[in-house]
């Protein structure tokens, strides 16, 4: 498997989890859902805002690739953000509605995405100012593994709240050997 569909693999893999957790959080009154537990970002929807918002402050780096992705160019005329803590959205149908639209663009844009893409260097700053210049494929990884690592914070926090997520690893979207010959 190359970087490229690794990286689609990831998008649909996002997606079908960002489901699963809003879900799981819809199910819990609202109070359950902002009260602060402990975690880096509080609550379960403070940790959901922050998700969104790192993947827009992504998305709008990756908006400036060589490429010009066009399911990126909404982002461009966004400005940079730079408050990892921000509030997208303060109500859980409003964030999960944003979520499942950002989701959308993201498989978008990684399903137009090429493999020489990969290999070009992106040169931007991170939240404060620094500059880096770095290899896009590599980043995508980052991106992907991002979204896990915080989706992880958020299924402990919804267990500690009582709701069960259901499975979580990506092994639920692989194929088998058998299934990928059927789709040939």
């Known amino acids: 498997m190359n ?9 649909d893999y996002n997606r079908w989890m960002n489901q699963r957790v809003y879900a799981a959080a819809a199910r819990l009154p609202a109070e359950a859902v902002t009260q602060d537990r402990g975690a880096f970002f509080g609550s379960i929807l403070g940790t959901l805002n922050h998700l969104m918002t790192a993947d ?24 940079a953000q730079t408050d990892l803590r921000a509030i997208a959205h303060d109500t859980l149908p409003a964030l ?3 979520r499942e639209e950002l989701d959308a663009r993201i498989v978008d844009w990684v399903g137009e995405t090429a493999e020489a893409d990969l290999d070009q260097a ?32 958020v299924t402990t926090l919804l267990t500690q709240a009582g709701e069960d997520v259901g499975g979580t690893d990506l092994l639920e979207l692989v194929p088998t050997l058998a299934e990928e010959a059927a789709g040939d």
Do not use: D, K
């Open 96 to 98: 999960r509605a944003a």
């Open 122 to 153: 992106l040169v931007y700053a991170n939240t404060r100012g620094v500059v880096s210049r770095r290899r896009f494929g590599l980043l995508l990884l980052h991106f992907f593994n991002h979204q896990t690592h915080h989706r992880g914070q």
């Open 56 to 79: 827009r402050i992504w998305l709008r780096r990756f908006a400036e690739h060589p490429a010009r992705f066009a399911a990126l160019q909404p982002l461009r005329a966004q400005p």
């Open 3 to 11: 970087l490229l569909a690794h990286a689609r693999l990831m998008a």
